[in-house]
């Protein structure tokens, strides 16, 4: 089974980047596909970016599109949330999730980790 952890969250202000990293240990997470989603305070787990196994399928919010990339570093097992341009609605906490093909609905992911917190001060 994939363990997934996120890290590199944190308080930044408007405009600036941040990127998120998400390591699967337990064994390689190279044949699935990933997510990542957010969800903040009161309000439904969102999707934000997704990307196939093989990196050839990537798939953006619209609230991020232009903003954020979403990479992968098969040697590292690790997938890469690179925000730019942060705005205060981006501010939640950032999950990553892995199945077996690229979805957008949160349901559809049975491998989560514990989530990051990225907050954003004007």
């Known amino acids: 089974q994939v363990q997934l952890a996120e890290s590199g969250g944190g308080v930044v202000q408007t405009g600036d980047s941040l990127r998120l990293s998400c390591t699967a240990s337990?064994?390689?997470?190279?044949?699935?596909?990933v997510a990542w989603f957010r969800e903040a305070p009161g309000k439904e787990r969102d999707f934000v970016a997704a990307?196939?196994?093989?990196?050839?399928?990537?798939d953006y919010a619209t609230a991020v599109q232009g903003r954020f990339t979403i990479s992968r570093d098969t040697a590292k097992n690790t997938v890469y949330l690179q925000m730019d341009n942060l705005k205060a609605e981006d501010a939640a906490v950032y999950y990553c999730?892995?199945?077996?093909?690229?979805?957008?609905?949160?349901?559809?992911?049975?491998?989560w980790g514990q989530g990051t917190q990225v907050t954003v001060s004007s």
């Open positions: 999730a892995a199945r077996f093909g690229i979805e957008r609905q949160a349901t559809e992911y049975g491998i």
């Open positions: 337990g064994r390689t997470f190279n044949a699935y596909a």
């Open positions: 990307m196939s196994w093989r990196g050839d399928i990537k």
